[in-house]
DNA sequence: GCTTTTGTTTAGACGTATCTAAATCATGTT
DNA sequence: AACATGATTTAGATACGTCTAAACAAAAGC
C-alpha cells in the first residue's frame, strides 16, 4: 500500500515531529540524507495521500493514517532487529542496517510469526519499545538520559537510542549491554560525563552526545520489570 | 546493484530460455505479468547494462552475468522458502509469496548466516537445487517427471515444481510431500495419471499439466541421497 | 521598518517501470 | 511472390523519486 521510501519518510517524520513542532524540510531532508527539493516533492504527495498535514513553509506532521503508518514500520523495524539478534547471531550494532530493509517487505503473517517466536517482546535489543499488533506504544516507565544524572547516580542502562553502529560496538566493547550497572563518577564541565561500568570495574568516559542517548532506570526494583540482556562481542 | 524488478525478469528469462531458444518477448510478458512493450522497454535497458543479449524480434539470452544474477536470485529464494518452512512454520504451499518479495532485499552475510542455521542444505522445500554460495547448481541425479512414468512404476517424489499455492495444498492434502512413494496405477488417454499413495494406500488423479510438475526417482536407494521430508498441512 | 540571511519552494530535468495506440517486422498461406 | 496474421517494437504518456538552479518567503539583524 505505502511504499518502501514513503514508509522511510513516515519514520523520519515520526522521529522529528514535536507535540508543538512539526518535522521541518530540512530536518526530514538531512534524516534522509536527501536536499530539500526532494522533500518539498515528497511532502506534497504525502498530503496528498493523508499521511501528512502540511503547509508550505511550516513543515509537517503526521495524520492519523501516517502515524499508524509509522508505528508498523517501527514495529517491523524492532521486531525484525530482535529476530536477527535472538535467532541469527547478530549483535546490536549489526542489525539496524538490515532491520531498514526488510522492514518494508514484510507481509503480516511474517510479522505475526516472528512475534509469536520471540514470544511478544516488549522492547529491541536497543530496548526500544515494539509497538503492539494494534499500533500502541506501551511507553516506558521512570527512564532517564544518562546525560542527566547527577554525580553518585546509580542506575541500570534500560536502552540506548539513535546510535550508530560504530558507538553501539564501542559501548558492547566497555561493557556496556541492556541491563548493566554504572555509577555515575564524574561530570565535566566541557560535556564529558564519567562512569563506572559495575560489571567491569572500569570507568568509561563519554562526551555529552552519546550519554545523552543512553537511558538508564533505577537498580534492582526486583522482578516486575521483567527484561532480557543480549550481545556482548 | 541490480533493482528488484530487474532481479525477477532475470528469474523469468532464466526459467525460460533454453539450450537453443531465447525467452521470447511475449513469453516474458506473460510470466511477468506486464504488457508486451514494457518488457521491450526493459529487455533494451538489460541488454545495455549487459544482463542480456538482446537482438530486436528474436528473444533474449542472459549474459554470464545475467545467469549469475539469477542464480543469485534463486538462491535467496530457495533459502528463504526453506527457512520460513524450517524455522516459521510456514508449510510448502505459503512460501513462495513471501520468498518472492525478500529475496531481493537479502544481505550477503544474511543469506550466509541463513545457509548456515540450515546446515547448507541441498534443496528447496520444493525438492528444488539451492545454487551453492559460488552459484554453481548441482544438477540433480535421476529424476523423471511422473508425466512420463509407464504404469506400474513405483518412484519416490523429489521435486514439485512451479505448482500454485492451491496445487501444492491439494497435493499435501493427498498424502504427497518430498519422499512419498507413488505407484502409477493407470495413464487414461484423456491426459490424466492416477497413482497410488504409499502412505495413504488411497488412488489419486492429476492431469498430466499438473503430473508433468512432479519429478521422482528411484524408491529405495539406501543411504547417500540424503534428503528431508516436510509439511503435511 | 528595511534588509540580509536562511530556509523553502518552484521549474525543469533525468532514470525507472509501466501503460495504450500505432507502426513495423517476420512468417506461414495462398 | 504477395498477403494476411500475429508478434514485436516505437511513440507518446504517466507516476515515482531524485537532482540542480533559480525564485521566493520568513526570520533575524540592524
Ligand atoms: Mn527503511
Ligand atoms: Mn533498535
Ligand atoms: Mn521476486
Ligand atoms: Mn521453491
Known amino acids: 500500500m505505502v511504499a518502501p521510501k514513503v514508509e522511510d519518510y513516515l519514520k523520519s517524520i515520526y522521529r522529528l515531529q514535536d507535540r508543538d513542532t512539526p ?3 530540512a530536518e526530514v531532508a538531512a534524516a534522509m540524507g536527501v536536499k530539500p527539493p526532494t522533500v518539498t516533492a515528497m511532502l506534497q504527495r504525502m ?3 493523508g499521511l ?3 503547509q508550505r513553509y511550516q513543515g509537517a506532521r503526521l495524520t492519523e493514517r501516517g502515524e499508524k503508518g509509522a508505528l508498523k514500520v517501527l514495529r517491523n523495524h524492532r521486531l525484525l532487529e530482535l529476530f536477527l539478534t535472538e535467532e541469527l547471531g547478530y549483535d546490536w550494532a549489526e542489525v539496524h542496517d538490515e532491520a531498514d530493509v526488510l522492514e518494508h517487505h514484510l507481509s503480516v503473517t511474517l ?3 516472528i512475534e509469536v517466536l520471540l514470544g511478544s517482546p516488549a522492547v529491541d535489543p536497543h530496548g526500544e519499545p515494539i509497538p503492539t ?3 500502541e506504544i506501551r511507553e516506558c516507565e521512570t ?4 546525560a ?3 554525580e553518585g547516580t546509580v542506575a541500570v542502562v534500560s536502552e540506548v537510542r539513535e546510535s550508530s553502529a560504530d558507538v553501539l560496538s564501542y559501548l558492547a566493547n566497555s561493557g556496556i549491554s541492556l541491563g548493566t550497572e554504572l555509577e555515575v563518577v564524574e561530570t565535566a564541565p566541557f560535556g564529558m560525563i564519567t562512569c563506572e561500568v559495575r560489571t ?3 570507568p568509561l568516559s563519554l562526551p555529552t552526545d552519546v550519554a545523552a542517548e543512553i537511558y538508564v532506570s533505577r537498580p534492582a526494583e526486583p522482578a516486575e520489570n521483567e527484561r532480557r540482556q543480549y550481545n556482548e562481542a
Chains 1, 2 share one sequence.
Open 23 to 25: 518535522a521541518m524540510t
Open 47 to 49: 498530503a496528498d495521500d
Open 52 to 54: 501528512v498535514h502540511y
Open 111 to 113: 510479522v505475526e510469526r
Open 133 to 135: 499488533a494494534d499500533l
Open 143 to 146: 527512564q532517564q538520559s544518562l
Open 148 to 150: 542527566e544524572c547527577q
Open 200 to 202: 567491569t570495574e572500569k
